[in-house]
């Protein structure tokens, strides 16, 4: 049974510690991001955990790399039929041959898209693309809204982008907060979550106990919130645009 739970910042990358009452360290790493965790006995110490990873970091480092490579092998042809994400809901592509811009809407359990007939695949990926981006951007304003005067502290930008590896982002000196595009993918349980953990950083810079009891007070389903997430690739039902 898991006593305590932490967090650890080793080499840029974060880790998350379990204590547990077992006799030998556990090394995992988890997709869809190369999440990192730890299964350690409760007699060590965070210094002896930190040791224990450095060494593992050449092993660590390729399991991420091979995550983040096979989640992205698939592309999307932007035909009927494709599965494709809107805010954890599955939706099936159904493609309308209509001239002009391309266009997006949900209808039931599809995915309605209305482009012209001799538009590529890739026309329509940077099309859906630029589509969960607007959705996500109607989001944040009223979740921010909601959650500055809580944690205390204003972002004082924010920003939507492609990221590789994390959900979200914050520069603490500046108060700038980045999001990834795909949180338009996921439930708006996960898309508070990464606000939450944000905003939080700029009262805590590091993954610590101080952190930990932070999020805690805001947010005590962080945990689950944060498993929902990571339940599903980052780039699964990709749509195959570049990563920024």
Same mark, same amino acid.
């Given at each position: 049974? /898991?006593?305590?739970?932490?967090?650890?910042?080793?080499?840029?990358?974060?880790?998350?510690?379990?204590?547990?009452?077992?006799?030998?360290?556990?090394?995992?790493?988890?997709?869809?991001?190369?999440?990192? =965790?730890?299964?350690?006995?409760?007699?060590?110490?965070?210094?002896?955990? =930190?040791?224990?990873?450095?060494?593992?970091?050449?092993?660590?480092?390729?399991?991420?790399?091979?995550?983040?490579?096979?989640?992205?092998?698939?592309?999307? &042809?932007?035909?009927?039929?494709?599965?494709?994400?809107?805010?954890?809901?599955?939706?099936?592509?159904?493609?309308?041959?209509?001239?002009?811009?391309?266009?997006?809407?949900?209808?039931? /359990?599809? %995915?309605?898209?209305? $482009?012209?007939?001799?538009?590529?695949?890739? +026309?329509?990926?940077?099309?859906?693309?630029?589509?969960?981006?607007?959705?996500?951007? /109607?989001?944040?304003?009223?979740?921010?809204?909601?959650?500055?005067?809580?944690?205390?502290?204003?972002? $004082?930008?924010?920003?939507? =982008?492609?990221?590789?590896?994390?959900?979200?982002?914050?520069?603490?000196?500046?108060?700038?907060?980045?999001?990834? $595009?795909? %949180?338009?993918?996921?439930?708006?349980?996960?898309? &508070?979550?990464?606000?939450?953990? &944000?905003? +939080?950083?700029?009262?805590?810079?590091?993954?610590?106990?101080?952190?930990?009891?932070?999020?805690?007070?805001? %947010?005590?389903?962080?945990? $689950?919130?944060?498993?929902?997430?990571?339940?599903?690739? %980052?780039?699964? &039902?990709?749509?195959? /645009?570049?990563?920024?």
């Amino acid at each position: 049974m /898991s006593t305590a739970n932490a967090y650890l910042r080793v080499a840029g990358i974060d880790v998350d510690v379990v204590y547990k009452h077992i006799k030998n360290m556990h090394i995992a790493v988890y997709p869809p991001l190369g999440r990192v =965790r730890v299964a350690a006995p409760e007699r060590l110490d965070d210094d002896a955990i =930190r040791l224990a990873i450095v060494q593992r970091l050449p092993w660590i480092k390729r399991q991420r790399e091979q995550l983040r490579s096979a989640v992205r092998q698939s592309e999307r &042809e932007m035909i009927t039929g494709e599965s494709h994400y809107v805010w954890g809901q599955r939706y099936r592509l159904q493609s309308i041959l209509a001239p002009g811009r391309i266009r997006f809407e949900t209808s039931g /359990s599809k %995915l309605v898209m209305h $482009a012209p007939e001799d538009s590529p695949a890739e +026309t329509r990926r940077d099309a859906l693309d630029k589509w969960y981006r607007r959705a996500l951007k /109607s989001e944040l304003p009223d979740l921010l809204e909601k959650w500055e005067p809580v944690i205390g502290r204003k972002a $004082a930008k924010w920003s939507v =982008r492609r990221m590789k590896t994390k959900w979200g982002s914050c520069n603490r000196e500046s108060a700038h907060v980045w999001f990834n $595009a795909e %949180l338009a993918k996921k439930h708006p349980n996960c898309l &508070e979550y990464i606000v939450v953990h &944000e905003m +939080t950083h700029l009262l805590e810079r590091n993954h610590n106990e101080r952190f930990t009891e932070l999020m805690d007070g805001f %947010l005590p389903d962080w945990r $689950a919130r944060r498993d929902e997430l990571n339940a599903a690739p %980052l780039a699964d &039902e990709n749509w195959g /645009s570049k990563p920024a």
